[in-house]
């Protein structure tokens, strides 16, 4: 059986959930799969997967393919948080790329890619949740297919900054629907919506109605 390992180093990430699905279905598959949360426990095996990781990875050598899956069309948007960011550029379709870690930040060789297809009215957990599903399917995919087919980055690369919670802030001086998109990416309990009104700060959280 192969040995499959999917690392997610940050304990507060909204991917671990999904994770641990994962990691049943590829059991499930006959993979050897185990959830860790730490580079420490990074031995060796057939893929070490890297779903949601603050810290760069070091052992490179451990496993015969170490995968990152990551939601921009690279060498395009190389960085952090590049689903949120693209949203917040009025896109509904977003490239993801399936790619072997290197020593460069997000510039190995790429495996595949697809895209991610948004309405454009989903919410947060919406959107984790299409994410989600489209990662799983990938990897699989990845799993299955020819590794010889794989291909170097072409093109200009471009890079997203690392958002915080500052980043939440509304103007009340602009239209909601100027500033949806921004909702859209909001966590409302995390990161939630924010403004400043006669010196105080006030938050905003959003909910999708359920009757509609």
């Given at each position: 059986?192969?040995?499959?390992?999917?690392?997610?180093?940050?304990?507060?990430?909204w991917m671990i959930?999904?994770?641990?699905?994962?990691?049943?279905?590829?059991?499930?598959?006959?993979?050897?799969?185990?959830?860790?949360?730490?580079?420490?426990k990074v031995d060796?095996?057939?893929?070490?997967?890297?779903?949601?990781?603050?810290?760069?990875?070091?052992?490179?050598?451990?496993?015969?393919?170490?995968?990152?899956?990551?939601?921009?069309?690279?060498?395009?948007?190389?960085?952090?948080?590049?689903?949120?960011?693209?949203?917040?550029?009025?896109?509904?379709?977003?490239?993801?790329?399936?790619?072997?870690?290197?020593?460069?930040?997000?510039?190995?060789?790429?495996?595949?890619?697809?895209?991610?297809?948004?309405?454009?009215?989903?919410?947060?957990?919406?959107?984790?949740?299409?994410?989600?599903?489209?990662?799983?399917?990938?990897?699989?995919?990845?799993?299955?297919?020819?590794?010889?087919?794989?291909?170097?980055?072409?093109?200009?690369?471009?890079?997203?900054?690392?958002?915080?919670?500052?980043?939440?802030?509304?103007?009340?001086?602009?239209?909601?629907?100027?500033?949806?998109?921004?909702?859209?990416?909001?966590?409302?309990?995390?990161?939630?919506?924010?403004?400043?009104?006669?010196?105080?700060?006030?938050?905003?959280?959003?909910?999708?109605?359920?009757?509609?």
């Open positions: 059986m192969k040995k499959i390992k999917i690392l997610i180093d940050d304990l507060d990430s959930p999904y994770g641990k699905k994962l990691t049943e279905k590829l059991n499930h598959k006959g993979y050897t799969t185990e959830l860790i949360n730490s580079h420490d060796s095996g057939y893929c070490l997967i890297l779903l949601s990781c603050s810290r760069k990875l070091k052992k490179l050598d451990a496993f015969n393919y170490n995968i990152v899956i990551h939601a921009s069309d690279l060498p395009r948007g190389k960085g952090w948080s590049p689903l949120t960011w693209q949203i917040l550029e009025g896109k509904n379709t977003i490239p993801i790329s399936v790619f072997e870690a290197n020593e460069k930040i997000d510039a190995g060789k790429i495996y595949l890619k697809a895209n991610l297809i948004l309405e454009g009215n989903e919410l947060i957990d919406e959107i984790r949740e299409k994410l989600s599903f489209e990662i799983e399917k990938l990897i699989f995919s990845f799993l299955e297919m020819d590794k010889s087919k794989s291909r170097e980055q072409v093109g200009k690369e471009t890079f997203y900054s690392k958002r915080t919670k500052e980043n939440s802030e509304l103007d009340i001086n602009k239209s909601i629907e100027s500033q949806f998109n921004l909702l859209r990416v909001c966590d409302n309990n995390k990161y939630p919506a924010f403004f400043y009104y006669r010196d105080k700060k006030y938050f905003l959280k959003i909910y999708k109605s359920e009757n509609d």
